[in-house]
């Protein structure tokens, strides 16, 4: 994977090549950017959180733009001029990242961590352990289990992974 910084209008963004040989642009997420990060949050959650009954995924969701996304440093993930994941961290943790269903496997994910791991130094991440696609991906990418929750903040179980 190859980058390249560019300055636009006081912005930076990041250009990397995914693995299927398209070009994508991480930039820092807009207000306006919001409904479709929240509609890849739900095409990336129907494809891998099985594990959420309907009813969590609908509470979750409902509270993405209010609570959840100006709590983080919030990035976006474009090909082709479309929005098709995004990454939050706060702090040295990276708090969610989503890819949209149809660009699973296709090196969006692994961008967005190498954006976040690189240009934000997070080293932990929290996953909930039934998302069994999630953690042999960051396994994959050098993350070790270091902790391990009962509980999440809402009551999910969760394993906590940190870079080493």
């Avoid at 560019?6 to 250009?15: G, K, N």
């Avoid at 040989?21 to 890849?40: K, N, Q, T």
């Avoid at 009813?55 to 993930?77: K, S």
Wanted: no cysteine.
């Amino acid at each position: 994977m190859t980058g390249v910084l560019l300055r636009i209008s006081s912005e930076v963004q990041t250009i990397s090549r995914a693995a299927r040989g398209r070009f994508v642009i991480v930039r820092i997420a807009v207000p306006d950017d919001y409904s479709r990060l929240v509609e890849v949050w739900r095409s990336a959650v129907d494809a891998t959180h099985h594990f959420l009954r309907p009813a969590d995924r609908d509470d979750i969701e409902q509270h993405l733009v209010a609570d959840y996304f100006p709590h983080v440093r919030l990035v976006v993930a474009e090909v082709d001029g479309q929005v098709v994941g995004f990454a939050g961290t706060a702090g040295d943790t990276l708090e969610m990242l989503f890819v949209d269903a149809a660009h699973r496997g296709s090196g969006v994910g692994s961008v967005l961590l190498a954006h976040a791991v690189d240009d934000y130094g997070i080293s932990r991440v929290d996953v909930n352990e039934d998302n069994v696609d999630a953690v042999a991906f960051y396994r994959r990418r050098g993350f070790v289990e270091v902790e391990r929750s009962a509980l999440d903040d809402q009551g999910r179980h969760t394993r906590y992974f940190g870079w080493s």
